[in-house]
């Protein structure tokens, strides 16, 4: 059919790189991905060039392109959900704290514990009672949302955005600090 030989098709991915890699930038919004997708269009494109007349190879390449980004954004390892700064609050469910070799850091692990109590008692609702059960009285979400009346996805919601809030308190006291 259309097929090019190697030399074309060289010229080719010169001759539309910086498009395709445009393509693949606006929709990942970050350059190292946008640039493996990139490559991966014209890997792409190479074994099927022969599919698509020669008038057509921009907008098929764009195409392709495209295709390439929404796989990817769809992708598991892209969809995982990170928690950013998981490790500023200490999970309260833990093997307890053994006796700290240095009465300070014993001091200054049980203010920080009174001072996350503050905070988790000044949430505003409907999170300050989720937040109360769960770190502590440390309750789990099963139960919490049979205490509550409300559906466990809720209760995991209304958590998640608890957590979040108390991890931007906190974040905010340490920089004032």
Request: proline fraction near 5%.
């Amino acid at each position: 059919m259309w097929g090019l030989t190697n030399e074309e098709f060289t010229g080719l991915m010169q001759q539309y790189q910086k498009l395709i890699y445009t393509v693949c930038l606006q929709f990942v919004h970050d350059p190292h991905t946008a640039e493996d997708l990139t490559q991966d269009t014209f890997v792409a494109a190479f074994s099927a060039i022969d599919r698509c007349e020669p008038q057509y190879y921009k907008a098929w390449l764009v195409r392709v392109a495209a295709n390439k980004c929404k796989d990817h954004l769809k992708s598991a390892w892209v969809r995982r959900v990170e928690a950013p700064g998981d490790d500023a609050l200490q999970e309260p469910r833990g093997a307890p704290q053994g006796d700290a070799a240095d009465p300070a850091e014993r001091i200054a692990s049980q203010a920080g514990a009174e001072e996350l109590e503050t905070l988790v008692r000044s949430l505003r609702e409907p999170y300050g009672r989720i937040a109360i059960l769960y770190f502590l009285e440390h309750r789990d979400t099963a139960q919490i949302a049979a205490m509550v009346g409300r559906p466990p996805a809720t209760v995991n919601s209304q958590l998640w955005r608890a957590k979040l809030l108390l991890r931007q308190q906190i974040t905010e006291r340490r920089l004032k600090e």
